[in-house]
Protein backbone atom coordinates (compact mmCIF):
# COMPACT_ATOMS: atom_id res chain seq x y z
CA UNK A 1 0.00 0.00 0.00
CA UNK A 2 1.59 3.28 -1.18
CA UNK A 3 2.22 6.02 1.49
CA UNK A 4 -0.11 8.72 2.43
CA UNK A 5 -3.58 6.29 2.53
CA UNK A 6 -5.29 6.06 5.81
CA UNK A 7 -7.33 3.37 7.44
CA UNK A 8 -9.67 3.58 10.19
CA UNK A 9 -8.52 3.28 13.76
CA UNK A 10 -11.78 1.80 15.82
CA UNK A 11 -12.16 0.80 18.95
CA UNK A 12 -12.50 -2.41 21.60
CA UNK A 13 -16.08 -3.33 19.86
CA UNK A 14 -14.33 -2.47 15.96
CA UNK A 15 -16.53 1.04 15.57
CA UNK A 16 -14.69 3.35 13.54
CA UNK A 17 -13.79 6.21 15.57
CA UNK A 18 -10.87 8.08 13.57
CA UNK A 19 -8.48 7.67 11.09
CA UNK A 20 -4.68 7.02 10.69
CA UNK A 21 -2.10 7.32 7.63
CA UNK A 22 -1.23 3.98 6.78
CA UNK A 23 2.42 4.39 6.70
CA UNK A 24 1.76 5.16 10.92
CA UNK A 25 -0.28 2.67 11.47
CA UNK A 26 2.26 0.48 13.21
CA UNK A 27 4.35 3.23 15.24
CA UNK A 28 1.39 3.69 17.43
CA UNK A 29 -0.61 1.70 19.87
CA UNK A 30 -3.28 2.01 17.44
CA UNK A 31 -6.33 -0.38 16.89
CA UNK A 32 -7.33 -0.90 13.45
CA UNK A 33 -8.39 -3.28 10.71
CA UNK A 34 -6.52 -6.00 8.15
CA UNK A 35 -8.12 -8.56 6.14
CA UNK A 36 -6.36 -12.25 5.74
CA UNK A 37 -7.54 -14.34 2.64
CA UNK A 38 -6.93 -18.08 2.55
CA UNK A 39 -6.96 -19.31 -0.71
CA UNK A 40 -7.19 -23.28 -1.21
CA UNK A 41 -7.10 -25.52 -4.00
CA UNK A 42 -10.00 -27.71 -4.99
CA UNK A 43 -6.94 -30.40 -3.05
CA UNK A 44 -7.70 -28.52 -0.11
CA UNK A 45 -4.06 -27.28 -0.10
CA UNK A 46 -3.76 -23.53 1.39
CA UNK A 47 -1.67 -20.96 -0.72
CA UNK A 48 0.92 -19.42 1.81
CA UNK A 49 2.66 -16.16 0.76
CA UNK A 50 6.03 -15.41 1.75
CA UNK A 51 7.32 -12.09 2.90
CA UNK A 52 10.60 -10.50 1.45
CA UNK A 53 13.09 -10.29 3.50
CA UNK A 54 13.37 -6.09 3.89
CA UNK A 55 9.93 -6.10 5.12
CA UNK A 56 9.77 -4.44 8.45
CA UNK A 57 7.74 -6.88 10.26
CA UNK A 58 7.91 -10.39 9.88
CA UNK A 59 10.37 -10.74 7.15
CA UNK A 60 11.25 -13.93 5.44
CA UNK A 61 8.39 -15.85 6.93
CA UNK A 62 5.56 -17.77 5.37
CA UNK A 63 1.68 -15.90 5.63
CA UNK A 64 -2.01 -15.86 5.45
CA UNK A 65 -2.26 -16.35 1.08
CA UNK A 66 -2.86 -12.44 1.09
CA UNK A 67 -3.32 -9.82 4.11
CA UNK A 68 -4.13 -6.03 4.00
CA UNK A 69 -4.84 -3.11 5.92
CA UNK A 70 -8.66 -1.87 5.41
CA UNK A 71 -8.18 1.82 3.90
CA UNK A 72 -10.65 4.38 4.61
CA UNK A 73 -14.22 4.01 4.04
CA UNK A 74 -13.69 0.33 2.41
CA UNK A 75 -15.37 -2.69 3.79
CA UNK A 76 -13.84 -5.74 4.90
CA UNK A 77 -14.84 -7.24 1.81
CA UNK A 78 -13.71 -4.90 -0.68
CA UNK A 79 -10.38 -4.77 1.33
CA UNK A 80 -9.86 -8.64 0.69
CA UNK A 81 -10.76 -8.32 -2.68
CA UNK A 82 -8.07 -6.16 -3.60
CA UNK A 83 -5.88 -7.60 -1.33
CA UNK A 84 -6.32 -10.77 -3.72
CA UNK A 85 -5.70 -8.45 -6.93
CA UNK A 86 -2.63 -6.55 -5.78
CA UNK A 87 -1.05 -9.64 -4.23
CA UNK A 88 -2.00 -12.82 -5.94
CA UNK A 89 -3.35 -11.38 -9.21
CA UNK A 90 -6.22 -13.31 -8.64
CA UNK A 91 -10.20 -12.31 -8.22
CA UNK A 92 -12.64 -14.73 -7.04
CA UNK A 93 -16.40 -15.01 -6.90
CA UNK A 94 -17.02 -16.54 -3.25
CA UNK A 95 -15.67 -15.32 -0.06
CA UNK A 96 -16.30 -17.36 3.33
CA UNK A 97 -16.25 -15.26 6.03
CA UNK A 98 -14.34 -17.41 8.97
CA UNK A 99 -14.52 -15.15 11.41
CA UNK A 100 -12.52 -12.01 13.33
CA UNK A 101 -9.21 -12.57 15.34
CA UNK A 102 -8.38 -9.58 18.08
CA UNK A 103 -4.42 -9.22 18.45
CA UNK A 104 -2.99 -6.99 20.64
CA UNK A 105 0.75 -6.69 21.63
CA UNK A 106 4.12 -5.45 20.23
CA UNK A 107 3.30 -3.10 17.48
CA UNK A 108 0.11 -5.29 16.54
CA UNK A 109 -3.02 -3.78 17.58
CA UNK A 110 -6.00 -4.64 15.01
CA UNK A 111 -8.70 -7.03 14.24
CA UNK A 112 -7.88 -9.34 12.06
CA UNK A 113 -10.91 -10.35 9.58
CA UNK A 114 -10.58 -14.05 7.69
CA UNK A 115 -12.07 -14.94 5.04
CA UNK A 116 -11.39 -18.05 2.96
CA UNK A 117 -11.93 -18.95 -0.92
CA UNK A 118 -10.86 -21.91 -2.99
CA UNK A 119 -9.25 -21.08 -6.43
CA UNK A 120 -7.71 -23.28 -8.88
CA UNK A 121 -6.22 -21.06 -11.66
CA UNK A 122 -2.85 -19.00 -11.82
CA UNK A 123 -1.90 -17.01 -8.99
CA UNK A 124 1.06 -14.71 -9.57
CA UNK A 125 2.22 -12.84 -6.60
CA UNK A 126 3.30 -9.43 -7.11
CA UNK A 127 7.08 -9.17 -6.52
CA UNK A 128 6.93 -5.67 -5.61
CA UNK A 129 5.38 -7.00 -2.67
CA UNK A 130 6.26 -10.71 -1.81
CA UNK A 131 9.01 -13.08 -2.46
CA UNK A 132 6.80 -15.85 -3.49
CA UNK A 133 4.17 -18.04 -2.58
CA UNK A 134 3.26 -21.81 -2.85
CA UNK A 135 0.50 -24.38 -2.20
CA UNK A 136 0.94 -26.33 1.08
CA UNK A 137 -0.85 -29.43 2.71
CA UNK A 138 -2.65 -28.99 6.13
CA UNK A 139 0.12 -31.04 7.52
CA UNK A 140 3.09 -29.16 5.80
CA UNK A 141 1.33 -25.52 7.34
CA UNK A 142 1.09 -26.77 10.57
CA UNK A 143 4.51 -27.89 10.38
CA UNK A 144 5.90 -24.43 9.20
CA UNK A 145 3.70 -22.68 12.23
CA UNK A 146 5.19 -25.16 14.82
CA UNK A 147 9.00 -24.41 13.64
CA UNK A 148 7.71 -20.85 14.10
CA UNK A 149 8.20 -20.25 9.94
CA UNK A 150 5.20 -18.14 9.91
CA UNK A 151 3.90 -14.74 11.00
CA UNK A 152 2.40 -14.46 14.57
CA UNK A 153 -0.48 -13.46 13.05
CA UNK A 154 -1.00 -16.35 11.12
CA UNK A 155 0.09 -19.01 13.35
CA UNK A 156 -2.90 -17.42 15.52
CA UNK A 157 -5.10 -17.71 13.02
CA UNK A 158 -4.05 -20.73 12.00
CA UNK A 159 -4.37 -22.36 15.61
CA UNK A 160 -7.96 -21.45 16.12
CA UNK A 161 -9.13 -21.45 12.10
CA UNK A 162 -7.89 -24.08 10.42
CA UNK A 163 -9.82 -27.50 10.88
CA UNK A 164 -9.87 -30.05 8.70
Avoid at 105 to 116: S, V, W
Amino acid sequence: MAEGKFVEVVDENDRVIGRIERALVHDKPVLHRSVHVWVFNSRGELFLQKRPKTMRQCPGVWDSSSGEHCETGETIEETAHRGLKEELGIRVTQLEYAGRKAILDGTCFEFIHLFRTVFDGKITPDKRELAGGKFFSVKEARELVKKGETTPFFARLFTEYMYE
